[in-house]
């Protein structure tokens, strides 16, 4: 049974800094993406970053290029996602998801509904 556990979500001031993690467990197959997604109040779910477990391969959304850093330690099944320069824009809860890998990253990260398991998810709140 996969399951997708976050941690690290908070209050932060604008200009600060988070550290999301999401620890995966239960994928049968060793290549499988891991992404974050954010929906904010009456907006759509986004795609903000994902990553491929077996090549590192990474996806970032426009948004969040520069900003915002996808990275993974394999030993320990978990994908992290730094959060730097954080504006009251990216205030949204954040989850993170999975799923096998049958495309590019950058094709499979913009689409939510690709992917089949998910975390329970995070708030992040940026505000003064």
């Known amino acids: 049974q996969v399951q997708l556990v976050e941690s690290g979500g908070g209050l932060v001031q604008p200009g600060g800094?988070?550290?999301?993690?999401?620890?995966?467990?239960?994928?049968?197959?060793?290549?499988y993406v891991i992404g974050?997604?954010?929906q904010a109040p009456g907006k759509e779910r986004e795609g903000v970053s994902c990553i491929s477990r077996s090549d590192g391969s990474t996806y970032s959304a426009d948004s969040v290029k520069g900003r915002f850093t996808i990275s993974r330690?394999?030993?320990k099944n978990t994908v992290y996602l730094q959060m730097n320069s954080?504006?009251?824009?990216?205030?949204?809860?954040?989850?993170?998801?999975?799923q096998f890998r049958f495309s590019t990253v950058?094709?499979?990260?913009p689409h939510s509904s690709l992917f089949g398991s998910w975390?329970?998810?995070?708030?992040?709140?940026v505000s003064s």
């Open 17 to 31: 800094s988070l550290r999301l993690s999401c620890a995966a467990s239960g994928f049968t197959l060793e290549d």
């Open 36 to 38: 974050w997604f954010r």
């Open 73 to 75: 330690d394999n030993a």
């Open 86 to 98: 954080l504006k009251p824009e990216d205030t949204a809860v954040y989850s993170c998801a999975g």
């Open 106 to 109: 950058q094709a499979m990260c």
């Open 119 to 125: 975390g329970q998810g995070t708030q992040v709140t």
